[in-house]
């Protein structure tokens, strides 16, 4: 059985960092496409970063280009999200998701496994 667990989430100042990893376990990705999603109070789960796991391809939303790098470490079946220069409007509960193809996409019905999310609060 696949689990995605988050962690690396908490408080922080307008300004500041954050990495987030999203460990993976009961199987081993290869051609797969692995995102991060985030879920705003009102607001619906949104695209924010995905990568190829094995070609390291990646995509961002244009409202994190700059700020948010996505990565993975294949030896430790994880994946991180790096977010600098957070800002009020980064403040969601960060999900992690995995799918069964290689294509990145934004498209939340295309991922086939979740994490259980962990929350990210910035500050102003």
């Known amino acids: 059985q696949v689990q995605l667990v988050e962690s690396g989430g908490g408080l922080v100042q307008a300004g500041g960092s954050l990495r987030l990893s999203c460990a993976a376990s009961g199987r081993t990705f290869s051609d797969n496409a692995m995102a991060w999603f985030r879920q705003a109070p009102g607001k619906e789960r949104e695209f924010v970063a995905g990568i190829n796991w094995s070609s390291g391809t990646t995509r961002y939303v244009d409202s994190v280009k700059g700020r948010f790098t996505i990565s993975r470490d294949n030896a430790k079946n994880t994946v991180y999200l790096q977010m600098n220069s957070l800002k009020p409007e980064d403040t969601a509960v960060y999900y992690c998701?995995?799918?069964?193809?290689?294509?990145?996409?934004?498209?939340?019905?295309?991922?086939?496994?979740w994490g259980q999310g962990t929350q990210v609060t910035v500050s102003s």
């Open positions: 998701a995995a799918a069964n193809r290689p294509i990145i996409t934004d498209f939340r019905s295309r991922y086939d496994y």
